[in-house]
Structure formats: structure tokens, C-alpha cells
């Protein structure tokens, strides 16, 4: 697939992507557009970085485009659910992006804001209402919101929804929907819970699968910086010290954390915001918007609170704590490598995360080049510019295949990389012993 034209998608929608800059699909986009065109359902194991969101927006857009109907008061014709009201945000952008020339009426609901503004979003009757769960089932309950019209329902990020606890609100949510619907649904993994899920929910699905989720390391050159703990916020600013580092996001485990780090970096003359779960709607907007524009250099951040936040041209990853979990570090660091670009994660590594690094190189496949920062040890070069010349972006590898949802097997991950070395090598990272 070379453009967008080949897809057989309306006129107005290749004019706004024109716009949008997008000339070409990417590798979920050019497998799941022509089946979900198609009426069939979709199973997609892919991540956000992937262009997941046009994938299930640009042929709802044209499915809206080509049927029009007004959609009752308080339904809508389609519904997206997602776990984090940053991501709700965004996809509603995307459908207001993508759909611009068609008029589509978009509305967002999540929770930490008042309800009024969308109880009356709802009583117009929407095209797209894009929702958290735990807001949307309240708006069911006060029957505010009816699904009974909804031809499309979008799961994503579903891995992240379980995570967070949303089986029963999903289920209650899907309890309302008419059984004559279009399914899409997305995961970045696709262990047992899940599998039974989409077996429950999915009709014959078409499953797709882009960028496994350990693929993603390939794209950043990594290294880990071994130091004590009371040193890491002193080291941080050090690392600030490049001028490279532009627009980094710092992780750490922890709300207070994010604030204590985001402190010191403001006290050591590094323009920082920080964004997690204790902060409201708008402090974590206007974190974001200061990050966006370049107003601050650093976003402190905990992993829930940037889960699926778009932002282009992050150029480091800091992981000041380890994740517990090693599959959020490669979520972490895909946020430098995103729509193709290239980025650097640096980890700050105490004596007490060496197991949790242990975790992260096995399931990354790689072992990451490391400098020892511990007093009394020899200073090594930090070295944290991006390494623009040795590093290429390997093309994410897609694969659809048909599948009955009973064959979704319970207990699969997206698959592991084959063979990870070459882009390794190239990024300077040593493959795993
Ligand atoms: P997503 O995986 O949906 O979070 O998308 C990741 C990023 O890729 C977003 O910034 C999108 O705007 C961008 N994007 C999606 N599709 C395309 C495309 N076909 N060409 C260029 N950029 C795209």
C-alpha cells in the first residue's frame, strides 16, 4: 500500500489527511482499514506509536460518511472506550482531525470533571463519544447516555483497561450495546484474561498484529546508569546538562515522586511540570501544554498518567526508578520513538533494581550498556546525545490473518522479536547473552 487512495476511503477524509500530513498508511493502518471497510470485526495487537487510532477512525469516519444519520438524543453511533481521559482526549482529536470535512459531531466523557457540560454533549446525540468506563457507566445509570443506536464499538488499549481494574464496567458497558454491531479491539498484549474477553466479545474477528511489544527497544538507543540512590536527582541534573535533551519525560514510580523530582529539577534552573494521577484535569492539561510547546524541558511523569500521551519529538526517556513491571519500560521508552522517530532512554539503576534491569533485558532480549556512577567509581562519559547517524528505523513487521475468536489463544503475548540483534547492533546496544 502505497497512499491513501487505494483504501477506497471518501473524498473529504483523504483531504484532511492531505492536511494531517499523513501520505501514507502505516503497517496497522494498511492491514486493518480494508477489513474493518470490509464490516468485519478486528482484533488488533498493537500499542500506541503504531497509528492504531487512524486505523479504527479513518473507516469509521467513512462508514459515517457514506450512511449518514442523525443520531438520537443521548446515543451514538459510534463508541470508543479507553482507559485514560489523555488518551480519550486524544482519540476524540484524531476523529475531529480526520473527520473535519464531514462535519462529525465528537464528544469526550471521562471522570475529574464536572458532568454537566457532557450530560448536555450527550443530549444532542453524537456520531463519535469517546469515553472512559467508570464515567460512561455513571451516565448509563443516570440514562443520560443509551447505547441502544451504537453501530461501532472501540476497545482499546484494552490490556491497560484491565490493568486498571475496568472488566466490570466494560461488561456492564457492553451490556447495553445491540448485538448487531462492528467490534474493534485493541491490546498491546494479549495474555489469557484478554483473549477470553475478545472471545467473548469479538465475531469472527480478522486479528492484526504490528510491533511486538519488545520491538520497540530496537528503536532507542538505551544505556543504564548505575548509582546510589540518594545521588539519582543530583545525576538527573546532570544529564540535563546536554543541550540535546531537549524534551525529555522522566519517569518515576511514584506520585510524590513525580513531585519531589520535578522540584529539584525547578530548583537546579531546569524547567519542569510533572503530570500523574493526584493532579487535576486542568493542572495536568496545562503540564501537558507547557511540555508540548516547549515552555518546560522535563515532564515528570508516573506510568498510568502517561500512558498513551502523544507527544512528537520527545528526544529522551529518563527512568529515574525502575518500572516493576519490565513491559512498562518498553512502554516508557516507545514514547521517544514515536511515528518513526528515533530517541534515547537513560535509566538511573540503584542496587535495589538490579533484578527489576535483570527483567527488563530479558524480556527486551537485550543487555543494555551500562556506566557505573557510584561513588568512588571512575566517572565513564555519559555519552547521552542521540546517536542520529548509527541509528535506522527498522520497518515494524505486520501480519493479519483470519482467526475465529476461539482461536485466540489464551496465554499468547505478542510474539517477541525473531531476531533482534541486527537493529541492535545498530543502536549500539549489546544483544543478550
Ligand atoms: P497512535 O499509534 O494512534 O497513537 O499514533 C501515533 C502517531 O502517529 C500520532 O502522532 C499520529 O498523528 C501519527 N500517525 C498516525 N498515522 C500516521 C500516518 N499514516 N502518517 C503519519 N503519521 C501518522
Redesign the pocket.
Known amino acids: 500500500m502505497h497512499d491513501f487512495t487505494g483504501l477506497g476511503l471518501a473524498a473529504p477524509i483523504l483531504s484532511s489527511l492531505a492536511r494531517a500530513?499523513?501520505?501514507?498508511?502505516?503497517p496497522i493502518?494498511a492491514q486493518a482499514i480494508p477489513s474493518i471497510l470490509a464490516g468485519r470485526d478486528v482484533l488488533g495487537i498493537a500499542q500506541?506509536?503504531?497509528?492504531?487510532?487512524?486505523a479504527f477512525a479513518l473507516p469509521i469516519l467513512h462508514h459515517l460518511a457514506t450512511r449518514p444519520r442523525r443520531p438520537e438524543r443521548g446515543t451514538c453511533r459510534c463508541l470508543v472506550v479507553s482507559p485514560t481521559r489523555e488518551l480519550a482526549s486524544q482519540i476524540a482529536e484524531?476523529f475531529r482531525t480526520l473527520g473535519e470535512d464531514l462535519g462529525v459531531s465528537v464528544a469526550v466523557v471521562f471522570g475529574g470533571v464536572s458532568h454537566g457540560p457532557q450530560i448536555k454533549a450527550l443530549a444532542r446525540g453524537l456520531d463519535v463519544l469517546v469515553a472512559t468506563p467508570g464515567r460512561l457507566v455513571d451516565h448509563l445509570d443516570a440514562r443520560v447516555a443509551r447505547l441502544g443506536g451504537t453501530e461501532f464499538l472501540v476497545l482499546d488499549e484494552v490490556d491497560q483497561m484491565l490493568d486498571l481494574g475496568f472488566v466490570k464496567p466494560i461488561r456492564r458497558i457492553v451490556g447495553d450495546l445491540p448485538s448487531r454491531r462492528q467490534n474493534l479491539f485493541f491490546s498491546a498484549t494479549m495474555p489469557r484474561e484478554i483473549a477470553k474477553l475478545a472471545e467473548d466479545l469479538l465475531r469472527d474477528p480478522v486479528e492484526v498484529s504490528v510491533t511486538p511489544v519488545a520491538k520497540t527497544a530496537d528503536r532507542v538507543s538505551q544505556q543504564v546508569l548505575f548509582v546510589e540512590t540518594h545521588r539519582k536527582r543530583d545525576l538527573l541534573v546532570e544529564l540535563f546538562g546536554d543541550a540535546e535533551m531537549s524534551r525529555a519525560i522522566v519517569f518515576t514510580r511514584t506520585k510524590h515522586g513525580a513531585d519531589k523530582v520535578m522540584r529539584h529539577l525547578e530548583s537546579a534552573g531546569v524547567a519542569a511540570a510533572a503530570i500523574h494521577g493526584n493532579k487535576s484535569q486542568s493542572q495536568r492539561e496545562r503540564s501537558l501544554a507547557a511540555f508540548r510547546s516547549g515552555a518546560v524541558r522535563a515532564l515528570v511523569a508516573t506510568d498510568i498518567a502517561a500512558r498513551g500521551i502523544?507527544i512528537?519529538r520527545v528526544t529522551h526517556v529518563v527512568n529515574f526508578e525502575l518500572p516493576e513491571v519490565a513491559e512498562a519500560y518498553v512502554h516508557r521508552i516507545g514514547r521517544t520513538a514515536?511515528?518513526g522517530s528515533e530517541g534515547v532512554a537513560i535509566s538511573l539503576c540503584d542496587d535495589g533494581e538490579r533484578d527489576l534491569l535483570r527483567n527488563i533485558e530479558k524480556l527486551t532480549r537485550l543487555r543494555l550498556p551500562s556506566h557505573d556512577r557510584r561513588t568512588g567509581e571512575a566517572a565513564a562519559p555519559i555519552g547521552v546525545s542521540r546517536q542520529r547517524r548509527e541509528m535506522s528505523r527498522p520497518e515494524p513487521r505486520a501480519e493479519t490473518r483470519t482467526a475465529r475468536a476461539a482461536s485466540a489463544k489464551p496465554g499468547r503475548t505478542a510474539p517477541a522479536p525473531a531476531r533482534p540483534r541486527p537493529a541492535a547492533a545498530r543502536n549500539g546496544n549489546a544483544p543478550a547473552r
Open positions: 500530513n499523513y501520505s501514507r498508511p502505516t493502518q500506541t506509536g503504531t497509528g492504531k487510532t487512524a484524531t502523544d512528537d514515536r511515528a
